[in-house]
């Protein structure tokens, strides 16, 4: 029988320090998620002012990211499982498809069409969608998909799970492993500060849902939590001088210095692995910040290889196989933002919505 496939989209991913021009380059020339004026001109300009700070960053974190590994970790994990969980559509494949270095989402098309793959579900690792994240990859995939480099697949989609019990029970756990770092008499005036990757308003303006996916996350995490601990949701890696979703991380931690909040947990609420976002920014840069200001901080952990967390995946995919029949998408995918004006989304969302033919 051929391969199912599930396949992992990422946007962050694992390279070498040499590689962080082409990552830039392809990062800022993506309209879908940064759209600049002339951005033809304008995203190598960008991408070579910006790359010896960068290359800066991954050699103090020992020179790369861990994200592949982990996503494979995952993906190999959760078809294990998955395998028993839906014996009908076994054997399940993972393939993983990123958006601006190695393995490019046209280097994944080539190694599924030379597999014969003919069923492919594109699961996004991004818990909570955004047009910028989940909306662009999947319009990679389209304009692969109709151009005939993956084959004749049939498509559906997992584009969001914010809120899926796993997914929330994975998170809270790991809180609680942070939380018992501290005292139990101190643990209830600890702050949770969820940091999530911040959005142009400009993005969040025309109506993406990004911002209310996120706070649906934190707040179901939360319930679980049994509303233990004062908590906020910050926004973390601005980039340029735009008006961006805030407050931010860093000013938030200025913010509880000042007010006398001294103990913190940063929780990072939308990434399911390690990566620069949270093995530099917050672990290093937002760290020393709270050690300047007399904050004890500690890190909950990111997902990785957690059990709680595959065991979640293989679940998502379970139940999006048990409920095809309602449709390749789901109902939110559907609706377009109401500000949006990127015709290359409505065909994307046809294309899926019609299990990716034309």
């Not at 030379?114 to 989940?134: L, N």
Request: charged residues 20%.
């Amino acid at each position: 029988m051929l391969p199912f496939l599930t396949l992992f989209i990422f946007i962050s991913i694992e390279f070498q320090v040499e590689e962080t021009h082409n990552f830039l380059l392809n990062l800022f020339s993506d309209g879908d998620l940064i759209p600049l004026p002339f951005q033809r001109y304008l995203a190598p300009i960008i991408a070579k002012r910006r790359t010896p700070k960068i290359e800066k960053q991954y050699a103090e974190i020992g020179g790369g990211s861990p994200i592949l590994r982990y996503t494979q970790i995952q993906g190999e994990g959760m078809v294990k499982l998955l395998d028993e969980l839906h014996p009908e559509t076994a054997p399940h494949k993972p393939y993983v498809a990123f958006r601006y270095a190695r393995p490019l989402t046209e280097e994944t098309a080539r190694q599924m069409k030379a597999d014969g793959v003919k069923r492919a579900i594109a699961f996004t690792q991004y818990p909570q969608y955004s047009c910028s994240t989940t909306g662009s990859s999947l319009n990679e995939l389209y304009r692969r998909g109709r151009a005939g480099e993956f084959g004749d697949v049939e498509w559906s989609v997992i584009d969001r799970w914010g809120t899926h019990p796993g997914f929330i029970e994975a998170v809270a756990q790991n809180i609680e492993a942070s939380l018992a770092k501290y005292p139990p008499s101190e643990r209830s005036e600890v702050v949770l500060l969820f940091s999530a990757h911040s959005l142009p308003m400009s993005v969040v303006n025309r109506g993406d849902p990004y911002v209310l996916e996120v706070s649906a996350s934190v707040s179901t995490v939360m319930d679980r939590l049994g509303h233990s601990n004062p908590y906020r949701l910050v926004w973390q890696s601005q980039v340029g001088p735009s008006a961006w979703m805030g407050m931010q991380t860093g000013e938030a931690l200025k913010g509880l210095a000042r007010l006398g909040r001294k103990k913190v947990i940063l929780v990072p609420i939308a990434f399911t692995s390690d990566h620069i976002e949270t093995l530099y920014e917050l672990d290093l840069e937002y760290a020393e910040e709270a050690r300047e200001l007399g904050i004890r901080i500690e890190r909950s952990e990111s997902l990785n290889d957690s059990p709680v967390f595959i065991r979640a995946l293989a679940d998502i995919a379970a139940e999006h196989l048990n409920q095809k029949k309602v449709g390749p998408t789901s109902l939110q995918l559907g609706l377009r933002c109401p500000g949006c004006t990127n015709a290359t989304c409505g065909q994307q969302k046809a294309w899926f919505g019609n299990g990716g033919r034309a």
